[in-house]
Nanobody, 118 residues
Framework: QVQLVESGGGLVQPGGSLRLSCAAS????????MGWYRQTPGKERELVAISGGSTNYADSVKGRFTISRNNARNTVYLQMNSLKSEDTAVYYC??????????????WGQGTQVTVSS
């Protein structure tokens, strides 16, 4: 079973930066892609950035956010710069892949709050 643990959220002023981290633990699996999603009250969870065979970003964060991975450690990071109030949300880490038994992996972290406010 795959478990994801996130860290790095918090309160930051507009224009500031934060770095989120997410580490996958467990055994018997391989990860194909890892990404970050975010959700605000009353809205659906939306993709922020994903790193797999390619890297993709939501249009709203292009040029400001950077996703990176350490495959050896099954870890993914999200460097967020030039933060705006509209970036305020709960950020969730996601990992997809497969188990050694042929099953699929689609794991979510517990979420970390990012608040951008002066």
């Amino acid at each position: 079973q795959v478990q994801l643990v996130e860290s790095g959220g918090g309160l930051v002023q507009p224009g500031g930066s934060l770095r989120l981290s997410c580490a996958a633990s467990g055994s018997g699996f391989s990860i194909r892609a890892m990404g970050w999603y975010r959700q605000t009250p009353g809205k659906e969870r939306e993709l922020v950035a994903i790193s797999g065979g390619s890297t993709n970003y939501a249009d709203s964060v292009k040029g400001r956010f950077t996703i990176s991975r350490n495959n050896a450690r099954n870890t993914v990071y999200l460097q967020m710069n030039s933060l705006k109030s509209e970036d305020t949300a709960v950020y969730y880490c996601n990992a997809v892949g497969s188990t050694i038994y042929g099953g699929s992996v689609n794991a979510w972290g517990q979420g970390t709050q990012v608040t951008v406010s002066s």
